[in-house]
C-alpha cells in the first residue's frame, strides 16, 4: 500500500491531531480526523508556545494563522508569593527569535485550535469528521479499523491515537497502563487587563512560587485579558478539565500569600478546576499500524508549558518517519517512537522537578530565593536551550515538513 492509497485515520482533532493532519498533509499523505466533538473544544484557557513549538507551527504554515490572536510577552518575572518580593527575570521579547529562530507567545487555547483546524480544513489531503465518537480499534491484515459508539466503521493504513489524556486507542496497545492522580490541582479563569494594577498589567508572564502551590498568569486575545492559572497540592480526582471550580475554597489555599496575590484571584469571575495526573511509563507507543501521539503517549505536568509543544514535536516527527516509510507505518512507527521518547521522557522529567522548586517551603523556599536572586539576568535563557533549540528528530522531520 502507498500513501497515495487509504488515509491515515487519526483518532482527535485537538492540537495534536490536527497538527499531525497537518504536518502528514505537507508530505502528501492523506489523514482522516476522527473528532467527536463539532472542532469546538479546544476552549477556555490559555497556553504557553515556546520556540520550539512556533519554529515547527511556523514551518507548517500555521504562525500566520495563530500570531493575530497571539501576544509576545518581554519577559518572565518570578515572584515570592507570600513576601511578593520579585526574585527573577527571564527575558522574552525578540530574545528567543535572536536564540532559537522563532518566537515565544501566549494566546488563548482555543485561538491556537481555531489557527490549526483552518489550515487542515484547507488542505486536500485532510479529511476532517466530527461527531465521531471511537468505541472500538481492530488491527486488520493490512490496515486498521476504527468504529463509533453508533455502529459506523472506517478504515485507513493506520492509525494515530491523538486523543489525549484518557485516550480509548491507548487501551489496546497498553491495557494495563493506569492514570494516577499526581496529588495536585490546577484552577483556571480570564481577566480583563483593562484597569488592572501592575504587575498584572505589565506585558510579561508572572510566576508566583509558595508553599504547596503557585500562580501564573499571562495575556492572551492579543493582551485583551490575562490568563490565570492557580496550582495547589492536594484536591481530589476528577476526569476532565473543566469542572466548575469554588472560589473560596481557592482562595482559602492562598491565605498567607501577599495581599497584591490574592487580589489578582480575586478578580476572577468564574474558576475552572481540573486535576493533575501521571500515566507510568508506557513499554511502546505502538502496535503494528497503531501509534499514539501527545498526552495518550506521554501526559506532561504542567510546570513547563511543554503539553501542547511535546504534541506538535510529536506530530512533525511522526509525518517524516511516516513519509520516509509509507509502505511500512509499523517501522515507521517505531522508528517515531525511538526519536520521540527520550525528549518526552525528559521534558516530563524536569517538568515534576520544576513542579517540586515551585512549591517548596521551609528552608528550601528561602534557599530557592535567594539562587534565583543572585541568578545572572543575561543567563537566564541558559538552562532552556536544550528545550527550546531545534531538537535532532524535529530538526530531521522539519526538513520534510
Request: hydrophobic residues 40%.
Amino acid at each position: 500500500m502507498t500513501k497515495q492509497k487509504r488515509p491515515v485515520l487519526i483518532a482527535g482533532g485537538g492540537i495534536g491531531g490536527l497538527s499531525a493532519s497537518i504536518a502528514l498533509a505537507r508530505t502528501g499523505i492523506k489523514t482522516s480526523v476522527l473528532e467527536r466533538s463539532a472542532f469546538t473544544e479546544e476552549s477556555g484557557a490559555g497556553i504557553q508556545l515556546g520556540p520550539n513549538a512556533t519554529r515547527l507551527l511556523r514551518d507548517m504554515g500555521v504562525l500566520d494563522a495563530i500570531e493575530p490572536a497571539a501576544f509576545k510577552p518581554e519577559a518572565i518575572w518570578l515572584f515570592d508569593g507570600v513576601s511578593g518580593k520579585r526574585l527573577a527575570t527571564v527575558p522574552l521579547g525578540d530574545s528567543p527569535e535572536q536564540r532559537y529562530g522563532a518566537p515565544y507567545l501566549t494566546l488563548h487555547r482555543a485561538d491556537l485550535h481555531s489557527g490549526l483546524h483552518k489550515v487542515a480544513k484547507d488542505l486536500s489531503p485532510v479529511e476532517l469528521r466530527s461527531d465521531f465518537e471511537i468505541a472500538q480499534v481492530q488491527a486488520l491484515e493490512d490496515g486498521v479499523a476504527v468504529q463509533n459508539i453508533g455502529g459506523d466503521s472506517v478504515e485507513g493504513s493506520s492509525l494515530v491515537g491523538a486523543d489525549g489524556l484518557w485516550s480509548v486507542v491507548r487501551k489496546p496497545i497498553a491495557p494495563h497502563a493506569d492514570l494516577h492522580f499526581a496529588g495536585a490541582t490546577a484552577s483556571r479563569g480570564l481577566v480583563p487587563t483593562k484597569d488592572l494594577p501592575a504587575p498584572f498589567s505589565e506585558p510579561v508572564v508572572g510566576l508566583w512560587l509558595g508553599p504547596r502551590s503557585h500562580l501564573v498568569h499571562y495575556p492572551v486575545r492579543r493582551g485583551e485579558a490575562l490568563n490565570v492559572v492557580a496550582v495547589t497540592d492536594g484536591g481530589g480526582e476528577a476526569q476532565g478539565w473543566n469542572q466548575s471550580g469554588d472560589a473560596a475554597a481557592l482562595l482559602s489555599e492562598f491565605t498567607r500569600w501577599c495581599r497584591e496575590s490574592k487580589s489578582l484571584l480575586e478578580r476572577v469571575e468564574a474558576w475552572r478546576r481540573w486535576s493533575l495526573y501521571r500515566l507510568p511509563t508506557l513499554s511502546r507507543w505502538s502496535a503494528g499500524a497503531t501509534t499514539l501521539l501527545g498526552d495518550a503517549a506521554h501526559p506532561v505536568l504542567p510546570f513547563l508549558a511543554q503539553g501542547a509543544a511535546l504534541a506538535i514535536e510529536d506530530a512533525v516527527t511522526l509525518a517524516n518517519s511516516l513519509g520516509a516509510l509509507p509502505d511500512d507505518p509499523a517501522a515507521a512507527f517505531r522508528q517515531y517512537e525511538a526519536l520521540r521518547r527520550p525528549r518526552a521522557t525528559r521534558v516530563q522529567r524536569q517538568s515534576r522537578r520544576f513542579g517540586w522548586i515551585y512549591h517548596l517551603s521551609g528552608p528550601a523556599r528561602f534557599a530557592r530565593n535567594f539562587a534565583l536572586e543572585h541568578r545572572d539576568p543575561g543567563t537566564a535563557l541558559d538552562q532552556f536551550d536544550w528545550l527550546y533549540g531545534a531538537t535532532s528528530d524535529a530538526a530531521t522531520a522539519k526538513s520534510n515538513v
